[in-house]
């Protein structure tokens, strides 16, 4: 039966989300990864995505059965796929390429001159398909957990200000993510902080923005963002003593060129978990003072 290719809708998200869940649990099985949650759930991320940006949000169907999906945002000049996923029994028959070059076509139309994704470092399929678009390895990531609460040493610890829905100010975050990533990317923040599972908190040093970080229910630490002469030691340490304070299981998406957070994460009982790889169409980022949120949001 021919797939065909449509612009996603509302109705579709339950269905993308088991398309999803069944290619990544997949994927995870091949190659010794293990997963043992007893439920999954729908990321938010796709029915704020499809309702801010539905021009780049494209599923593939054979027949009444949804078998594929990818999706993208633009932020600025830059064009990052946040997913692109098939069912492993419609792999290998071109699904992916087609729903990657509706993607990038419409990053083109959205003026986007940078084209960048983060895949699983240890997946060639994907990697030679990104590869072969013109997106190459630029920044090893890794995903880092520890399940004992750190003891952490005595270290500075800096005044910040928790940010909400109300009392957000743009222009606040994007000092730290302009230097960062040369884009600010308000629409992020905004899904961020309208969620009940996060929180963010805000550095000052001198009124000025020194960096930001979120913090989320269960455990991860991510986004953070920091200036590049801002007091990195201590604001890594303050983020961790806020956290350690809620939750015994914390997690990080470190960059490997983070040489700081990294010797941080090892000192304090993290351990590697997953090796992500970020590739795009030309480098980009300083990611010395920069963790990530996760593959699909950067």
């Not at 796709?46 to 309702?51: G, N, R, S």
């Not at 940006?53 to 999906?69: C, K």
């Not at 009392?167 to 994007?174: F, M, T, V």
């Not at 090892?266 to 003072?289: A, K, N, Q």
Request: aromatic content about 12%; some cysteine.
């Amino acid at each position: 039966m021919a797939v065909t290719y449509r612009l996603a809708r509302i109705t579709d998200i339950q269905a993308v989300s088991d398309v999803y869940w069944e290619s990544i649990l997949d994927v995870y099985q091949r190659h010794g990864f293990e997963d043992r949650r007893p439920s999954y759930p729908v990321n938010p991320f796709y029915a704020f995505c499809l309702q801010e940006e539905p021009s780049g949000f494209f599923v593939a169907e054979e027949g009444t059965r949804l078998v594929g999906a990818a999706f993208s945002w633009v932020r600025g000049h830059l064009w990052f796929l946040s997913h692109l996923f098939i069912s492993p029994s419609c792999q290998g028959r071109g699904i992916g390429r087609t729903l990657l070059e509706l993607t990038l076509q419409y990053g083109i139309t959205a003026g986007a001159t940078l084209k960048a994704v983060i895949t699983m470092a240890f997946n060639p399929v994907s990697l030679a398909l990104y590869m072969k678009a013109g997106l190459h390895p630029i920044q090893d990531i890794y995903l880092m957990k520890t399940t004992i609460k750190p003891v952490l040493p005595k270290g500075p610890t800096l005044v910040c200000e928790r940010q909400g829905p109300l009392s957000w100010q743009g222009g606040d975050l994007d000092t730290p993510d302009i230097e960062a990533l040369a884009m600010p990317r308000q629409l992020h923040h905004r899904f961020y902080l309208g969620l009940k599972d996060a929180s963010c908190i805000l550095f000052r040093l001198g009124g000025r923005v020194e960096a930001y970080a979120y913090l989320w229910k269960d455990g991860r630490i991510g986004p953070v963002s920091a200036l590049a002469d801002s007091p990195y030691d201590a604001i890594l340490h303050t983020v961790m003593e806020e956290a350690r304070q809620h939750c015994d299981d914390l997690s990080l998406l470190v960059p490997g060129s983070n040489g700081t957070a990294m010797k941080f994460a090892l000192s304090r009982g993290f351990t590697v978990i997953m090796p992500y790889v970020l590739l795009s169409s030309e480098s980009f980022g300083r990611w010395d003072h920069y963790l990530f949120h996760s593959p699909g949001m950067m």
